[in-house]
């Protein structure tokens, strides 16, 4: 066990039966009133983020997440294989656990993943991704004086709205978070 004292960003504990991270804390000291640590945490599996009061010197069950590096290597029904970079053992993972980002995956895209034990905690997939155009409308001469998007299909499956002057054939850098078509790669 530890206490509130051992405290730090990043950290992760179990409060009311959930895996929590501390985002920040502030430590309080009300004049002549009992210290206590005002803590902002995030959820591991909703991430829904809350502000708790902790009594100074409570004790706190910390839990130790490990993070390996892993290696997509292809969707089999709503499972996704990755394999280990390090052992090369692979595991899969259901495709709800990674997240909507699991579209934007292709292929031998390193990522991490967070296991508490041998039970997974979270996927972290990267931020950006750059994917080849495979199927979109012709982009008409003139057409990019507006703000006018389409829709084009990617290399992985997933369709993302593209501006009018997107041909098929070009790579495309695209955020992973919400899906968005950010510029296209040289």
Do not use: C
Not at 7 to 32: A, C, K, M, S
Not at 51 to 71: H, L, S, T
């Amino acid at each position: 066990m530890a206490t509130t004292s051992e405290f730090r960003p990043g950290l992760t504990i179990r409060y009311n039966n959930d895996l929590w991270t501390i985002v920040e804390f502030q430590h309080v000291n009300p004049g002549n009133w009992r210290a206590f640590v005002r803590a902002k945490m995030k959820n591991i599996k909703t991430g829904q983020v809350i502000e708790n009061r902790f009594r100074a010197g409570q004790d706190i069950d910390v839990v130790r997440i490990e993070q390996r590096n892993y290696q997509y290597l292809y969707r089999d029904g709503d499972m996704l294989v990755f394999m280990d970079n390090d052992t090369y053992d692979q595991i899969h993972v259901p495709e709800d656990v990674v997240g909507a980002g699991s579209k934007f995956l292709k292929e031998n895209e390193n990522i991490q993943i967070f296991f508490n034990g041998t039970e997974i905690t979270g996927v972290e997939i990267p931020i950006f991704v750059s994917l080849r155009v495979v199927e979109t409308e012709p982009g008409v001469k003139g057409d990019s004086v507006n703000n006018v998007m389409k829709p084009a299909k990617m290399e992985t499956g997933a369709t993302v709205n593209v501006p009018l002057f997107v041909n098929e054939g070009e790579v495309l850098k695209i955020d992973t978070r919400n899906g968005a078509y950010v510029e296209r790669v040289k």
